[in-house]
Structure formats: C-alpha cells, structure tokens
C-alpha cells in the first residue's frame, strides 16, 4: 500500500464553472452606476486556472522543463468535470444530479431549492446579490458534486490523493440554511461535511470535520448550518465587520450541543502576516488539535490579500502559502493528511492567481519557477508585523479555545 507521501494531489477544476454567470454591477440598483463586470465575475478564476496549468505544476514530466526518457509522476493530477457528469449513475436508478439534488436539500432547505430554481429559469434576482443565467443551475448542481467528489478522492479505499483542491464556481460559504446570498447560491463546503459525515461508506472513516475558513468574509452560512453541531468544528478568520455586517463576533460561539463548536477570529482592517500567522499559532492550530478531526476542509477565499477590491487586509500569495501549509501538518498529525481545499472569495482578476498556485503548490509538495512579482512590495509595508489591538481580539479567540477543550474533553475526545 502507498503511502500519503506518494500520492497526487487532486486538483479539480470544469470550464462550466466559469460559464456561471453573476451578471453586472448594474444590480446595485442606481442608474449612476455604469454597467460593469460583476465583481464574482469568471475572469479571476480562468486566469488562475491558466497560472496553475502553465506554471507546469500538473505536466506528466516534471523535470525542470527537460523532457526525461521515464517521465516522473506530476505532482498534481488535474481532473476537468464535464457537464455530462450529472448525468452519469452512482447507483442503480440514482443520477449523479439526483445524488447532488439530494445532498443540497440535506443542508438547505426545500424553500431555498426552489428559490434557486425559480432563479434558472428566469435569470433574476433571488437572494441578496445572488443570480444565475436562466438555464445555468446544473452548473451550480456541478459546483457542489465537485466538493463531494473531492471528499471521495481522499478518503474512500484508503484515499487515492493525499489532498485535493476545487477551484469551483459559484463560491459558496454565505448561503445559509434557508437563503443564498453573497454570490452564493449553494453552500458547496457543508454539502462537502455533511456528506462526509453521513454517507455510510465515507463515515466509516470520518466521524468529525473540521472546515477552516480564511474568506477574508465571515462564513456566515456554513456557522449558520452546523452551530448547533458538535460533529463539525467550524473556524472561521475574516475582516471584523466586512460582510455580512454584525457576524462573526468572537462571541458567536455556536448554540446548544454545538456551544465553543464555532470559532470566530475577526481581525481587524489593516491585518497583516503577522496578525494571521499568530491568529493560527494561538488560535487555529490548538483548535484543531483539540478537535482532532478526521478530515480538514478549507473555504479557501483570497481576497484577504492587500489587492482586493473587496477586503482591507495586507497579505500575499506567501500568506496563504503559510496558512495552507499549517493546515497541512496540522492534518498529517491528526487525519492522515485529508485535506480538501474549495475555492470561496478572492476578486482581484491580477493577484488571486499567484495566491491559488502558492495554495497548490503547498499541497502538492512542489515549487515551480513562478514567482509572486507583487508579493514583495506588500510584505515591505508597515504595520505588517502584529499590532497590540490585534492581539487584543486574538486573546479572546484564545478563551474561546479554552471553552472549546472543555467541550472536547466532555466528548472524551482529548
């Protein structure tokens, strides 16, 4: 038997992910604004998918760019997802869509579904700055089919990859139970845990998951479908008061069986490496191995780095690099090195492509030659280094943790 060491990381990807189509600004409702691309728009994930195919990280010879008589193993293993997958059979009379169909309404609501497909068929409008193109949902049924697929890949017969990442669309961390909302339509990471922790071939395996959340937004729908859950640990680092507005105050701690289950770090605006590197070494990390899950997943958003439209914070592609890379020896102590990684934010058409390879690369134990170009210029701004209010919301993220052992300690866990 191989052992993790010598498995691919599984890197998914579909070109009907970037068909999805978010619409225009023009939906903020004011005639003043010009029509222009939606700030989810497909650009930013293409050019990311165009940087990890021609950084040469997933060619079947990997050799510095000289061809080898006994080509060696790529590193990652890129699978494309065809639409026609939904229609393939899982079982006997079951479709892969009719799977998917049913896992989505295992997490959301029968209300929330129909919203989405009143959505598909006439292009509007049905969550708070939620749309798909009439005709489109399968694309968004493909979207949470790939996060399940990923779970497959790592855990079922022993795990075939080591690791997997999804660079999906639409993203999917802010629909809640009964809602979609901030371009999300489906909530692809807790379809993702719930289906590990409830499929009988996968939860032979799995009893606990955790889902890391670096979103530069809070993840206010996967806290919403799991806080009252003590079978999945959900942490989230994101920009205090960004969006939605009034979530993920560190006293949102998750509610009856899943009191101290919900772990919130909102750092304030101007955050740096240093305020997120202590974030995971006093925070993130003891939690984790406090929970000791069975499989880590990861709302991978990047648009907590310093050129996002939409976030105030200061990193660079090394940060998330840094924090995949925790992750990572984090997993291998506890679950055998399951990691899944779904991509979620990150808007800046120019950067978050160097951000997803710095990702890839971590999990799939490679470099390649292709260097961050912006990265250095960040990193030499002041205030990147830990600032005392700062540490002051880390210190009560601490006493969360806290609160968390005990818990853990009550389940018989620690």
Known sequence: MSSANDKQTLYMWSEWFLWHDAGTLAYIGSQYVQPHPHFEHQETKRRAHNLITTSGLTQEAFSAGVPSDKPLPSPVRSYHLPLETLNAPVSPHVTARDFIIDQIKQVHTQE??????????????????????????????????????????VVKDGGKYKNAYVLVRPPGHHATKNASMGFCVFNNVAIAANYALKDKHISQHVKR?????????????????????????????HQAGNYPKESGDVT???????????????LPPGSGCGAYKSAFERVVIPALHAYKPDLILVSAGYDASYADPLGCQMLASEDFRHM???????????????????????YSDWYVP???????????????????????????????????????????????VGGLKERCKEKGWM
């Open 209 to 237: 998951v955790a889902v890391v959340d670096f979103d530069v937004h809070h993840g206010n729908g996967t806290q919403d479908i799991f806080e009252d859950r003590s079978d999945v640990l959900f942490i989230s680092l």
């Open 324 to 346: 995949t890379a925790e992750i990572m020896k984090a997993a291998d102590t506890l679950c055998g090195g399951r990691v899944v990684m779904l991509h979620e934010g990150g």
């Open 112 to 153: 929330m579904y129909a919203l989405a497909e009143g959505g598909d068929k006439t292009a509007q409008v049905f969550g708070e700055e939620v749309r798909i193109a009439a005709g489109t949902l399968d694309i968004v049924h493909l979207a949470a089919y790939s996060a399940c697929l990923a779970v497959d890949s």
């Open 354 to 400: 160097f951000c997803t390879l710095a990702a890839v690369e971590q999990l799939s134990g490679r470099r390649t030659n292709v260097n961050d170009p912006f990265g250095y210029d960040v990193h030499g701004w002041q205030y990147q280094a830990l600032q005392p209010h700062q540490t002051a919301v880390i210190d009560r993220c601490v006493e969360v």
């Open 252 to 266: 949102d701690i998750g509610t009856g069986d899943g009191k101290y289950f919900t772990l919130n770090v909102p």
